[in-house]
């Protein structure tokens, strides 16, 4: 995997709490967008930690970048902010990151995060649970313009699994509250993000909108 | 920051030329912005010029707009006899073309031209930087240019009209000085229009730097300095810094729910003081909101308060009984009601076996509730932590509980204000 943050203490501490962990190795690391870029490209990473408030475009300049020279090969981006406001979530999971985490996450989560990306699912901070839910439920008290067909693809049982992952459950916690196995949860989580990424992208913008936030 | 460099971010500005420029460094600077031989746009601008002098207008224009840029490379002696040359071309075929098209004499279009290289002589030496150049080849350019724009203006509107050849030659001559005067001056105006507004950014600028730095001397400065002195005590310093992070946090990213009367605002707020109160770790997340705009009858508005204090025992609860640090509280507000869920995977406790103090506190929880017509499940084992989920319905006409009942005023202020923004 591939670090990706401008503070350099900050890299030097998760190189720190995931040097323990088992089938996990740093490929490299990078501090600013363009060197980022040219790195990922170079090492072809499995994951890149992304950070999200960066000097220049942040993570979703790095993200684009990289697609951009790699097209369909691109690695997988979990994105790992101190910021948990909506329009940087939103942002970066539009971008095309798989996952979005908060940085007081401990390294035994984190390290467990990166391997479900790198496994292709999703990873979801109760966080990014909330922001999603508001968005696909439009109950909030801010009125909203017709919602599309797409907004109630989310199918019930998916719903289920985001209100569990935003009180603060694991993957686990929730494989057992919902009689389901923790694979189960993994393809609804990852079926939530990719409907958030591609079918809602309108009414997510729209939803930013809605809230100042756009 | 000087004019005219480019932004960090966001498209760059068009700039002229500065020391690579021919005539204003419009065409060279246009290039440049939109990735282009310089000769191409310059040619573009010659046959815009024979289309009755629109490429003229359009560089004219640009000059006095674009700011100068910051290049250092002069243009090679070829690129300037080339760019000379087609300007040349340029006026030899609008000249050429205004007289076949428009019928227009020669003697009429001379003296324009005559102005037009009046001009560009002087907004040129304006341009100019102040050193390094020879002051009685300055002067002497501005005064040939001067005399140009002034004598080609005076035959311009000589031969314009002949009617008015019979005025007021004082008030011709006025007139015309006037004329040349605004012409010539352009350039000087554009530059102090343009550094009134460099000064007002700065002035902005500086502004939001002291707001900044005031902010941050209040609040992060004043933590740090609180948590050196209280180094040797742990808890105080996580308190210190966790209040600290969710009141930054607040202000850098503007979180909406931080401030307003809204219920998610009230919820988090009282469980930001909880947070401070008792050292633990509380992640919100609400989904949904409610104004007090939603909520018209202050009698029910009050359940709200009251959903808050209860939300405010369960969370207080766990922080005295599970022994764990963090505690998480989902807040999803629907038409039909409001749930509360506050969960910890602390110690637990079978609900069957209570102990007395544990129902005590359970029973202040069920008691807010029940006092506004919600309800309290409480799921735990030893073990496994505690949930407690607290529900609310949303107030319906025929609901007995909007009248009249004994509230918790205290909290009941915080839902009183208006929420801003929506």
């Given at each position: 995997m591939f670090l990706v943050d401008d503070h350099a203490v900050f890299r030097s501490g998760v190189r720190a709490e995931l040097a323990g962990e088992r089938g996990l190795s740093i490929a490299g690391e990078a501090g600013t967008v363009a060197e980022s870029i040219e790195h990922i490209v170079a090492s072809r990473p499995d994951v890149v930690l992304l950070d999200?408030?960066?000097?220049?475009?942040g993570g979703v300049a790095v993200l684009r970048g990289v697609r951009d020279r790699l097209g369909g090969d691109t690695p997988v981006f979990l994105a790992l902010s101190v910021s948990d406001a909506a329009e940087d979530v939103i942002a970066t999971i539009r971008a095309g990151a798989r996952g979005y985490v908060t940085k007081t996450i401990d390294g035994a989560e984190l390290a467990d995060a990166v391997r479900r990306v790198a496994d292709g699912d999703a990873v979801f901070s109760p966080r990014l649970a909330g922001f999603v839910l508001d968005s696909f439920t439009g109950r909030s008290s801010v009125p909203e313009p017709a919602l599309d067909p797409e907004l109630d693809s989310l199918t019930r049982r998916e719903m289920e699994v985001l209100r569990l992952l935003a009180r603060g459950y694991t993957y686990r916690e929730i494989a057992e509250e919902l009689f389901i196995s923790i694979k189960t949860v993994e393809t609804h989580a990852s079926n939530v993000l990719r409907k958030t990424q591609q079918s809602n992208r309108n009414a997510l913008t729209r939803w930013a909108a809605t809230r100042h936030i756009g | 920051m000087p004019a005219g460099r480019p932004s960090p971010d966001g498209p760059s500005r068009l700039v002229r030329r500065n020391?690579?420029?021919?005539?204003?460094g419009v065409a060279g600077g246009l290039a440049d912005h939109l990735g282009v031989d310089v000769f191409r746009v310059r040619v573009v601008f010659v046959l815009l010029g024979a289309l009755a002098g629109a490429g003229v207008a359009a560089y004219v224009l640009l000059w006095f707009l674009c700011p100068l840029g910051e290049d250092t490379e002069r243009a090679s002696a070829a690129e300037r006899r080339q760019a000379y040359g087609l300007a040349l071309v340029g006026s030899v075929v609008s000249i050429l073309l205004g007289i076949a098209a428009a019928g227009t004499p020669l003697a009429n279009l001379l003296p324009f031209l005559v102005v037009l290289v009046g001009a560009g002589v002087v907004w040129r030496e304006f341009d100019a930087p102040a050193t390094g150049r020879g002051t009685w080849r300055t002067w002497a350019r501005l005064a040939g240019g001067a005399a140009a724009v002034v004598g080609g203006l005076a035959v311009v509107v000589l031969l314009g009209?002949?009617?008015?050849?019979?005025?007021s030659t004082t008030l011709l001559a006025v007139g015309v000085t006037l004329a040349g005067v605004v012409m010539l001056t352009v350039p000087l105006w554009m530059r102090m229009w343009r550094a009134l507004g460099d000064e007002r950014a700065a002035r902005i600028r500086d502004a939001e730097r002291e707001e900044i730095a005031s902010h941050l001397h209040d609040s992060v400065l004043q933590t740090l300095a609180l948590i050196q002195k209280k180094a040797a005590k742990p808890d105080e310093v996580v308190r210190l810094a966790r209040s600290q992070e969710r009141e930054l946090r607040g202000w850098l990213f503007g979180d909406p729910a931080q401030h307003g009367g809204s219920l998610a605002a009230t919820l988090t707020g009282v469980c930001g003081e909880v947070e401070d109160d008792y050292g633990i770790e509380v992640d919100v997340i609400t989904v949904g909101d409610l104004s007090p705009d939603d909520e018209p009858h202050a009698e029910r508005r009050r359940r709200w308060a009251g959903l808050a204090s209860a939300t405010r025992e369960a969370l207080i609860n766990a922080a005295k009984?599970?022994?764990?640090?963090k505690v998480s509280v989902y807040c999803e507000i629907t038409d039909e009601q409001v749930e509360v869920f506050v969960r910890d995977?602390?110690?637990?406790?079978?609900p069957a076996t209570v102990g007395e103090d544990r129902q005590g506190i359970v029973r202040s929880v069920r008691g807010r509730m029940d006092r506004f017509g919600g309800s309290v499940t409480i799921d735990s084992a030893p073990g496994r932590g505690t949930n407690v989920v607290l529900r609310m319905p949303r107030a319906h006409e025929d609901d007995p509980h909007g009248r009249n009942m004994p509230g918790d005023d205290a909290v009941a202020s915080h839902t009183g204000r208006q929420e801003d923004g929506q």
């Open positions: 999200v408030h960066m000097p220049g475009g | 020391a690579g420029r021919v005539i204003g009209d002949p009617d008015v050849g019979r005025l009984h599970s022994g764990e640090r995977r602390g110690v637990g406790f079978d």
